[in-house]
């Protein structure tokens, strides 16, 4: 008689999953943006939003909740009601970068549900001309003979700029000195300047400066050479293939979404992104279009998250 309860209590409650993924959605939604308005990150996202919200019969509204690096926003949706009625557009660094690095407010790989990556951007490794390397073996063999002498320029602790060369230096053994700036702007003109001599910049705003002779790239973190910049080769082909990193966005909803729910927001992010306008809105921010399954986009995660969980230990940063 026990199980026969249960099996009909389980009926119900899948049936009344159901009827709500039939009838989701019937109002507004509200897609979170964890940074302030104006970045690359807010286009992409008020561009989903459109597209998005023609998919689903509803209109999307863009959120802006900026706060603690990414933090402030992703926390209020891992908190939000599991109704598939508040989306977060995430971000590599409070999704799998801020969590090993200080105590927060919540667990994303446990308070979230993947639903769709939707872009991502490689880095460059460029050095200041004055730098005598021509390639990464150079460099690496430069930066042995030199420990801690060569700086790096950072955006901050915990962002790209700062992480990716701290793999680097994992991978290749070398010791080059953190100097960190409030911003990847003023850290990209230092290296131009030669106050510092290396970064790890963004493949859009590092390129242009490679092109006027203001920097000289040595690879890049994708893990096959990139069309934007054909020449350039990746850290893979140099000897260190363990050294691919981007910065990727993923939309999200609070953990406990009805399956339902998550696939049929998967299928309309899909749909969205098929079209040609999408690549011309990345091409704008520098980003590649993503997509793929929430299995797919939650394995990501997990793989970013352990590959940045050592990174984080073995250079000893924290929350500044």
Same mark, same amino acid.
């Given at each position: ?115 769709? =990556? ?6 460059? +490794? #460029?050095?200041? @001309? $004055? &730098? !005598?390397?021509?390639?990464? /073996? ?79 790239? =040595? ?6 050479? +990139? #069309?934007?910049? @054909? $020449? &350039? !080769?990746?850290?893979?082909? /140099? ?79 924290? =929350?500044?």
């Amino acid at each position: 008689m026990l199980g026969l309860l249960v099996s009909f209590a389980g009926s119900l409650l899948a049936g009344a999953a159901s009827a709500q993924a039939q009838s989701y959605p019937n109002k507004p939604l509200h897609l979170v943006v964890p940074f302030a308005p104006g970045g690359g990150n807010d286009a992409l996202a008020r561009f989903i939003a459109t597209k998005l919200g023609a998919s689903l019969g509803q209109s999307v509204i863009v959120d802006n909740r900026a706060g603690a690096n990414g933090a402030v926003g992703t926390e209020y949706v891992a908190k939000a009601a599991p109704d598939g009625y508040t989306l977060l557009l995430g971000f590599v660094g409070p999704l799998t970068v801020l969590p090993h690095m200080g105590k927060l407010g919540y667990d994303p790989l446990t308070q979230l549900a993947p639903i769709s =990556l939707v872009a991502n951007a490689y880095q460059v +490794l #460029a050095v200041h @001309p $004055d &730098v !005598p390397a021509k390639n990464v /073996a150079e460099f690496v063999a430069l930066a042995k003979a030199q420990p801690g002498k060569l700086a790096y320029a950072s955006g901050g602790a915990g962002t790209p700029l700062h992480l990716v060369p701290e793999l680097f230096k994992l991978a290749a053994g070398i010791d080059l000195l953190y100097v960190p700036y409030k911003g990847s702007s003023p850290a990209a003109l230092s290296t131009i300047s030669g106050d510092t001599q290396v970064i790890f910049g963004a493949m859009f705003s590092t390129l242009p400066q490679v092109k006027a002779g203001k920097l000289r790239a =040595l690879a890049v973190t994708s893990p096959k050479r +990139l #069309a934007t910049a @054909p $020449d &350039v !080769p990746t850290l893979a082909e /140099a000897g260190y293939p363990g050294v691919e990193a981007s910065s990727w966005y993923g939309v999200l909803a609070p953990a406990g979404t009805p399956p339902a729910i998550i696939n049929k927001l998967n299928a309309a992010l899909a749909q969205a992104m098929s079209g040609n306008d999408y690549r011309e809105v990345l091409d704008k921010q520098g980003l590649e279009p993503l997509a793929g399954s929430p299995e797919a986009f939650r394995s990501f995660m997990l793989s970013e998250s352990n590959k940045w969980s050592k990174v984080i230990k073995a250079a000893h940063i924290v =929350l500044e």
